[in-house]
């Protein structure tokens, strides 16, 4: 983990080394002062003159300076390190997630990835600064207190030498009945921005449904058992405070006891005012400096869950990678399923396809229908490697889609989610994710084909319209439009749309369709749907249930052979007439009505 986490420190190595070298000389200036004070004091009491006393007071002054220059460019070289280094570890930990195929994404929410790369990695950056600086300063304290102790109080000095090691076990106790806690407390860290996420993406449904009491009481119920925990977890660490306070009142006592009555009954020799000055001085250095390692070991106890988790990102590897050497050559969109088999994990124990065999030539229009959890979406992710086959195969223009390089691949197969995405940015920033460099022609083209046109240029700003987060400012049927646009822009061997014109009117449907037949003849076009007319006039038709194949062919083929596309295809028309059919009685009652209004208007007439 520690091998890992270095590997981020990277371009801040010389700040992350200069800081232990600069805090070293400021312990040495720090402990030399209280050796020179001692000097000072026996020259007072011996009757030294003002002008003898000068030269004390001058290097006690350089000493000070001199430790205040060294904590200062230790301040900076600290913090320079530290936030580098957090700043080299989100971008690991981004680049990681980016690296991850659907299924690595699916092993983490995106809550817990929020909370890692926040929360956890700042857990990790003030335990690395206090690692640097604090965790070198403070032992260094103690040992050169500790010698220059022995140094100025002889046998008396032993007293520290024997609080430490007790003090030290008891940190160890407090240490480790806190680990598990903060373990427990960043799992439901997790569940607590899981909340929040799900309140903000699903705000509407909440009001729409009055829903906030709940959510309030269910996100209180969270936060608490948040607060629960951590306070359990302060009261133990609350604990180092008055054990270290007993230790430094223990330890003058004896000092100051013991020291007092040898400078009383050897008058002097065996212990002077000056040596129990700096001896008395050395032991609050001394203890002072396990109080705050005690600090350091506190906030790396924290740290170490956040710096597990954020390792275990940073080292899961893509269940895809791109082969040794990666196919950019793709002859044609023609696509074929050999034998196909395909689970979401190892352990699954439900087959999501089951012995698919396919074959899809290039330039053809493929329909494809199915109830809900048919395995549509599932078939087709596996056309741009999404996921890899568990068993079998699948080749896009002759070539084994494992046998691609994975950029080429995504490039060739344009994919038009069911779940549309926007990101923040303008129109074209959007729609130039399919092409980095297509021009504004380009753009207009694209968005013509896919109806979008007419709707963007009612915007105010038109093609520079700002999209906000997840395209929250344009209506469902504007979003897959939109997404549509983005995918021709690739010029693809293979375009997939996957149940994307299911929020568009039929008319737009069959526009849509028309335009991308037009525009992209020779690249081939998979429509998954779930409107029979949004594929009736594909060249064929794929039903699918269960994972299996229920069916295959032209519609005509099909309403003779397929009774699960028949009886969809009979129960959408059913529809459809009974609502022309009432549509037409509609018409015909207010024929009949105007009638007799004419026929009363007549008579009144004839009356007058």
């Excluded at 090691?165 to 799992?187: E, Q, S």
């Amino acid at each position: 983990m520690i091998k890992t986490l270095m590997g981020s420190i990277r371009d801040y190595k010389r700040a992350a080394i200069a800081t232990p070298v600069i805090v070293s000389g400021e312990v040495v200036m720090e402990v030399a002062i209280p050796f020179v004070t001692a000097q000072l004091i026996d020259a007072i009491q011996k009757g030294a003159t003002v002008s003898e006393m000068l030269p004390y007071a001058g290097i006690l002054v350089a000493m000070a300076l001199a430790s205040l220059c060294f904590g200062i460019g230790a301040g900076i070289t600290c913090s320079q390190a530290s936030c580098g280094f957090a700043k080299n570890l989100r971008h690991d930990v981004f680049a990681a997630v980016q690296r991850f195929s659907f299924a690595n994404i699916d092993q983490f929410s995106s809550s817990s990835l929020v909370t890692r790369l926040t929360t956890d990695i700042t857990n990790v950056q003030l335990a690395y600064m206090m690692i640097i600086r604090t965790a070198i300063r403070c032992p260094l304290i103690m040992i050169c207190g500790i010698v220059m102790a022995f140094v100025m109080g002889g046998p008396l000095a032993i007293v520290f030498v024997i609080i430490v090691p007790l003090l030290g076990f008891g940190l160890f106790k407090v240490i480790r009945t806190v680990h598990p806690i903060f373990r427990a407390v960043f799992r439901k860290y997790d569940a607590l921005n899981e909340s929040i996420e799900e309140n903000v993406t699903g705000m509407r449904d909440v009001k729409s449904y009055v829903r906030q009491d709940f959510e309030k009481k269910k996100f209180g119920a969270a936060a608490q058992d948040v607060c629960a925990d951590f306070t359990r977890a302060e009261k133990i660490l609350a604990l180092n405070a008055p054990m270290m306070n007993f230790a430094i009142d223990l330890v003058f006592v004896v000092v100051i006891g013991f020291g007092s009555w040898l400078i009383i009954s050897s008058q002097g020799l065996l212990l002077n005012v000056g040596q129990m000055s700096a001896l008395t001085t050395y032991g609050f250095m001394i203890l002072m400096s396990l109080m705050m390692v005690s600090m350091v070991f506190a906030m790396i106890t924290m740290a170490q869950e956040s710096a597990e988790r954020i390792v275990e990102v940073i080292e899961t590897e893509p269940t895809i990678k791109n082969p040794e050497h990666p196919v950019t050559e793709m002859k044609d969109g023609s696509i074929d399923f050999d034998d196909v088999t395909f689970m979401y994990s190892e352990k699954a124990e439900h087959r999501a396809l089951a012995e698919i065999d396919l074959h899809i030539k290039s330039g053809e229009t493929l329909g494809i229908m199915g109830g809900t959890g048919s395995a549509k979406t599932s078939l087709i992710n596996l056309i741009s490697r999404l996921y890899d086959v568990t068993k079998g195969s699948v080749k896009v223009g002759g070539v084994d889609v494992r046998d691609y390089d994975l950029e080429f691949l995504r490039n060739n197969v344009a994919v038009v989610l069911q779940k549309n995405v926007l990101f923040s940015g303008t129109i074209k920033e959007n729609l130039r994710w399919g092409k980095a460099d297509a021009t504004d022609d380009e753009i207009r083209e694209v968005c013509e084909l896919a109806q979008a046109d007419e709707f963007i240029q009612g915007f105010p700003h038109k093609y520079d319209t700002y999209i906000e987060q997840g395209g929250t400012n344009v209506s469902g049927g504007q979003k897959q439009r939109l997404c549509i646009a983005r995918a021709l822009l690739k010029h693809p061997k293979v375009l997939i749309l996957d149940d994307s014109t299911s929020a568009v009117d039929t008319k737009t449907d069959a526009l849509i369709r028309e335009g991308l037949a037009t525009y992209l003849p020779d690249t081939t076009k998979i429509i998954i749907a779930q409107r029979t007319s949004s594929v009736e006039h594909a060249d064929r038709i794929l039903i699918l249930d269960n994972g299996h194949i229920a069916g295959l062919g032209t519609h005509d083929e099909l309403m003779e052979t397929c009774d699960i596309y028949r009886d969809i295809y009979i129960q959408q028309n059913r529809t459809g007439e009974d609502e022309a059919g009432a549509e037409a009685e509609g018409d015909a009652g207010a024929q009949q009505t105007a009638g007799r209004d004419e026929t009363a208007k007549g008579g009144a007439a004839d009356e007058r």
